[in-house]
């Protein structure tokens, strides 16, 4: 069978590759996500968001991030020994 056919069976009755259900949140869009470190103890992470695209950030505010990610809604960052840990 080539291989055209097998991603044939595989597209839906609108040519689309169907995702299980659940799989991508329903109610997601786009995020950005500013991470600093608390100034007054340099452990604590800030992570600052534009809340759905609803808040805006400043470009002062935006200068002072350590790193930026630019994705979907609903992560939930925290950190273990060390590491950040990103849950969706």
Known sequence: ???????????????????PVGSIPSTSSPETYGFNKDTATNT?????????????????????????????SGYSFSLSNGDLIATL
């Not at 069978?1 to 040519?15: D, Q, T, V």
């Not at 800030?46 to 400043?58: K, R």
Request: no cysteine.
């Open 1 to 19: 069978m080539s291989r055209a056919r097998e991603i044939s069976k595989l597209l839906g009755s609108n040519n689309t590759l169907p995702l």
């Open 44 to 72: 604590d992470l800030i992570v600052t968001t534009t809340n759905q695209g609803v808040d805006t950030i400043s470009k002062a505010t935006f200068a002072t991030f350590d790193d930026v990610l630019f994705s979907t």
